[in-house]
């Protein structure tokens, strides 16, 4: 059986609830791995221990992890957020960067510290920044279909589908609606199709004469509009059918 773990970083759970979105696929899913580590749903790899009247509760991230879901981003000035996804990579084969602020910081890439409790906390960054991770899947939070496929690619061993989500891994850690304009439409490669502007979460991008205007000071820096662009990987592919 694969087993799968859910690391929550610093994220908000709407990974997560949008996994559970599924219903009855995620009866599916859950058919056919073993949730080994899950701290929303299960506790039963937490130690407690009771010395001199403290109680010390250990969150023991489980070893021989196939498929880790990290959701959330790494906050630099938090040892326990370094110490987790430090153990995450060495304890796991694929490690999956699940949503915007694990791929790419999402809205914790405007987090500047100086809030109680806990006033330094104030660097917070992608886990790619931390780690080797091997799939990054965009959104905020990601479909859910986006998960489920994902998952039930990474347990068939789907390369060809999981490609994408490779190459994001490796060079979407920046992601912002700069994407597009960089990756797409400076490259005279935009077919005015609106993609972009329909995946955005936020509405951060609106259609002006058939070409997207990106309107930077609401972007959240999800990705979604470059991974969701029909035509941002157009040059590989027509390399690869060459
Ligand atoms: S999704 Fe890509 S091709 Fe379509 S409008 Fe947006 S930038 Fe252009
Ligand atoms: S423009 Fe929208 S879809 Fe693109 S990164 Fe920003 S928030 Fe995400």
Redesign the pocket.
């Given at each position: 059986m694969v087993r799968v773990a859910h690391i929550h970083m610093s994220g908000c759970t709407g990974c997560l609830i949008s996994l559970a979105d599924t219903y009855e696929k995620l009866l599916d899913i859950l058919g056919a791995v073993e949730l080994v580590y899950a701290l929303t749903l299960s506790d039963e790899k937490t130690e407690i221990t009771e010395t001199n009247d403290k109680i010390l509760i250990e969150r023991k991230i489980p070893e021989n992890i196939d498929i880790a879901l990290v959701e959330g981003s790494v906050c630099l000035d938090d040892h326990h957020s370094l110490d987790d996804i430090l153990t995450t990579r060495k304890n796991s084969k694929i490690v999956v960067a699940l949503g915007a602020c694990a791929a790419s910081g999402g809205v914790t890439r405007f987090a500047r510290g100086g809030q109680m409790s806990q006033p330094s906390h104030s660097a917070f960054v992608p886990i790619g920044d931390v780690i080797k991770v091997d799939l990054a899947l965009p959104g905020c939070p990601p479909s859910t279909e986006s998960i489920v496929n994902l998952i039930m690619a990474a347990l068939n061993g789907d390369m060809e589908y999981l490609e994408p989500f490779a190459e994001i891994a490796k060079y979407g850690k920046d992601a912002c609606g700069c994407d597009?304009i960089k990756g797409?439409?400076d490259m005279s490669?935009?077919?005015?199709?609106?993609?972009?502007?329909s995946a955005c979460q936020v509405k951060a991008i609106d259609?002006i004469d058939g070409?997207?205007n990106i309107m930077t000071e609401f972007c959240i820096k999800c990705g979604v509009?470059g991974a969701?662009?029909?035509?941002?990987r157009f040059p590989k592919v027509v390399q690869k059918i060459e």
């Amino acid at each position: 059986m694969v087993r799968v773990a859910h690391i929550h970083m610093s994220g908000c759970t709407g990974c997560l609830i949008s996994l559970a979105d599924t219903y009855e696929k995620l009866l599916d899913i859950l058919g056919a791995v073993e949730l080994v580590y899950a701290l929303t749903l299960s506790d039963e790899k937490t130690e407690i221990t009771e010395t001199n009247d403290k109680i010390l509760i250990e969150r023991k991230i489980p070893e021989n992890i196939d498929i880790a879901l990290v959701e959330g981003s790494v906050c630099l000035d938090d040892h326990h957020s370094l110490d987790d996804i430090l153990t995450t990579r060495k304890n796991s084969k694929i490690v999956v960067a699940l949503g915007a602020c694990a791929a790419s910081g999402g809205v914790t890439r405007f987090a500047r510290g100086g809030q109680m409790s806990q006033p330094s906390h104030s660097a917070f960054v992608p886990i790619g920044d931390v780690i080797k991770v091997d799939l990054a899947l965009p959104g905020c939070p990601p479909s859910t279909e986006s998960i489920v496929n994902l998952i039930m690619a990474a347990l068939n061993g789907d390369m060809e589908y999981l490609e994408p989500f490779a190459e994001i891994a490796k060079y979407g850690k920046d992601a912002c609606g700069c994407d597009v304009i960089k990756g797409v439409i400076d490259m005279s490669l935009c077919m005015g199709c609106g993609t972009c502007a329909s995946a955005c979460q936020v509405k951060a991008i609106d259609m002006i004469d058939g070409k997207p205007n990106i309107m930077t000071e609401f972007c959240i820096k999800c990705g979604v509009c470059g991974a969701q662009c029909p035509r941002i990987r157009f040059p590989k592919v027509v390399q690869k059918i060459e």
